[in-house]
């Protein structure tokens, strides 16, 4: 059941989308065709339709409804897979562009987090924000040891308007859900849970502090990426202290020509910066774009926004590891197999009918001069081809196929012949190197060696009981493993019915054999008689209790 601020909002909702034009959309929801005489009502439908193409229509709508769907739309065009190329293009340009909230406000709010004037914390603080985005401004400010800093602030009241978003996004999933046929392979409902929890991860910046202290420390001393430092003294869940960087927004490219800087060894950073927070650290800054990241004069990065952070798991990893580098070796095979395996195609897909798909959309390409080659759209094509196979969507690995997309396209702009294979083939036969080959054996074993020297002494003890307990027929093996109880069950259920058939077996053969006795009549009356039909009878029915299927 809809309740009436989420209908309210989706009357909104239906209202921004008839100003672009998109009655195409609102018709094919269930939930706005008894509405559909609303268009024909509304003047801003009439005087807004159909300006500009479809995927400019649909950005400009998201722009109108909010950050919250500016941010989902974000998300959405990582997952060009499930789009039509016109609009996975345009979603990519959404921008957070938010008009910032009162500077008397944003100073109350830092005030009253950290329980003191702001000038008793900063000896300079600028009223006017340096940046301003959907969940927080940023403020620039001077310590009063002298250090340089900025102040994130959240906006006020920004919970609750994500969480009223947020519920229309569950209930337009659900109305997918239940009227769309590809919603069972893209399940929008884990697409939505997957954004919840990122947006809501945004809201609590002591989160987003304590992710920037652990990328600091994941690449302490390295010449590639700079993470600022946090003032924890000055941190609070709404606001948070950072040191301030200097550096060159990676977006503007011509400054960074200008500054001499070598833009091959800035492209490739990048490629193995991506590689080793996710392979080598398993931690990995998910929000990547230009807005977030600048460059010092040394060609290292500079990192700000720690909001969004992603990791996968460890099979995952050695999936996504196995599929690169099979990938890049034009393993066809493998590549299909190991989706397989990972469950993300169905396990009854024929191996080699996907090989063949996989081989037909990557020959071509890798024909091409590797400045030619998109590796990230790339991926996008295997996945419309996967669509085929009844590929599910992976909501886990949606912040990474964002950020590769992200790190590719960056490296791309900064250095056209960029080469991400021969970039990024050293991280991952590392990676395979230590996870998994004879060096991965060696490193868990002399891992667990102190463990195993603390048991030792105990082993000829335990082996003893274990020998003696078997000699006297007393050792027991229990079963936890539900496959294992399941097959327990089924045995015993067995057990019982060959019991029942050798014993209703048995009393058929004593019955007939008494039946066979000489002199004997079934007509007597007998003990043998009876004898016999009590014989028979239970035989009969221990022998068709036997032959039933519980």
């Avoid at 990230?376 to 196979?389: E, I, N, P, S």
């Amino acid at each position: 059941m809809i309740n009436v601020k989420t209908a309210f909002r989706l009357l909104k909702i239906q209202q921004v989308l008839l100003r672009y034009g998109l009655d195409e959309f609102v018709f094919n929801l269930h939930l706005f065709r008894p509405l559909r005489y609303l268009t024909y009502l509304s003047p801003s439908y009439l005087m807004g339709k159909r300006k500009g193409t479809r995927g400019e229509r649909i950005r400009k709508a998201l722009e109108d409804l909010g950050p919250i769907f500016v941010k989902f739309g974000q998300i959405l065009s990582t997952r060009q897979d499930l789009l039509p190329p016109d609009i996975g293009e345009e979603l990519s340009q959404l921008q957070d562009n938010v008009p910032p909230f009162a500077d008397d406000l944003a100073r109350e709010i830092i005030e009253k987090a950290l329980e003191k004037p702001i000038e008793d914390i900063f000896s300079e603080f600028s009223e006017s924000p340096l940046a301003s985005a959907s969940v927080a401004q940023v403020h620039t400010a001077t310590l009063h040891s002298g250090e340089d800093v900025v102040v994130k602030v959240l906006r006020p009241g920004i919970s609750k308007t994500i969480d009223a978003d947020v519920a229309v996004l569950y209930t337009l999933a659900g109305l997918a859900t239940k009227y769309w046929g590809e919603a069972k392979r893209l399940k929008p409902l884990e697409v939505v849970k997957e954004f919840d929890n990122t947006i809501h991860d945004e809201l609590d910046l002591v989160r987003e502090a304590a992710n920037a202290s652990q990328l600091r420390r994941n690449f302490e001393g390295s010449d590639q990426l700079y993470v600022p430092d946090i003032y924890w003294d000055y941190t609070r869940q709404n606001v948070m202290v950072m040191e301030r960087i200097y550096g060159t927004p990676i977006g503007r490219i011509d400054e960074l020509k200008a500054k001499g800087i070598d833009m091959q060894l800035l492209a490739e950073r990048g490629v193995e910066i991506f590689f080793a927070q996710v392979f080598r650290d398993n931690f990995f800054h998910a929000d990547m774009h230009p807005g977030n990241i600048f460059a010092s004069d040394d060609a290292q990065y500079l990192a700000v926004d720690f909001g969004i952070m992603g990791s996968v798991t460890l099979e995952d990893q050695r999936y996504l590891a196995e599929n690169f580098l099979a990938f890049f070796q034009r393993d066809y095979f493998r590549v299909a197999q190991l989706h397989i395996e990972s469950g993300w195609v169905p396990k009854h897909t024929r191996v080699d009918e996907f090989e063949s798909a996989i081989r037909a959309v990557c020959e071509p390409i890798f024909e091409k001069p590797l400045k030619e080659i998109s590796y990230g759209h790339l991926l996008l094509r295997l996945f419309q081809t996967a669509r085929r196979y009844d590929m599910e969507v992976q909501p886990q690995l949606v912040l990474l196929q964002k950020t590769l997309l992200n790190i590719e396209g960056l490296g791309r702009q900064l250095y056209p012949d960029l080469d991400l294979w021969k970039t990024a083939k050293p991280y991952l036969e590392e990676w395979y190197k230590n996870r998994i080959g004879p060096k991965a054996t060696f490193n868990k074993l002399k891992e667990h060696l102190p463990i195993m020297a603390e048991k030792l002494p105990e082993l000829p003890e335990m082996m003893y009981t274990v020998l003696s307990d078997a000699a006297k027929g007393e050792l027991e093996i229990k079963w936890k493993s539900q496959q294992l109880e399941e097959i327990k069950q089924q045995m015993a259920a067995n057990h019982r019915k060959n019991i029942l058939a050798i014993c209703g077996g048995s009393m058929l053969i004593s019955a007939a054999i008494i039946l066979g006795l000489d002199g004997f009549s079934p007509l007597m009356l007998g003990d043998a008689p009876i004898v016999t039909w009590v014989l028979g009878g239970l035989g009969g029915l221990f022998v068709f209790g036997a032959t039933r299927d519980d």
